[in-house]
């Protein structure tokens, strides 16, 4: 008996929410869009889904939940990730001295 791979899900992120649009019907058909965005693509063995969360930066929590259910991560780097313009900052470990 063959084994087929595992699905794959990918979570789409990103604060352009035409891009990530055009980006995850690239990858498949569209499907269910509520709190979340999904498209699903079934080629032969393989079994893709990404994922997109539909009301980010007014809701975090479907973004939560996108990173929860993806294998992968796919982050637009072209926006920033803060709704500020700002990108975040590193902040040190708390109990490490500074380099």
Known sequence: MAEFPPPL?????GTDPDFLRTLGSAIG???TESDLRFWNKKDRDLSLTAIAPSTYPE???PMLQVAALCDY????????ILPSGRWPSPSPRPGRRGS
């Open 9 to 13: 899900t990918v979570g789409l992120f």
């Open 29 to 31: 058909k569209t499907g």
């Open 59 to 61: 809701k975090v929590v």
């Open 73 to 80: 991560p796919v982050l637009d780097a072209t926006s920033s």
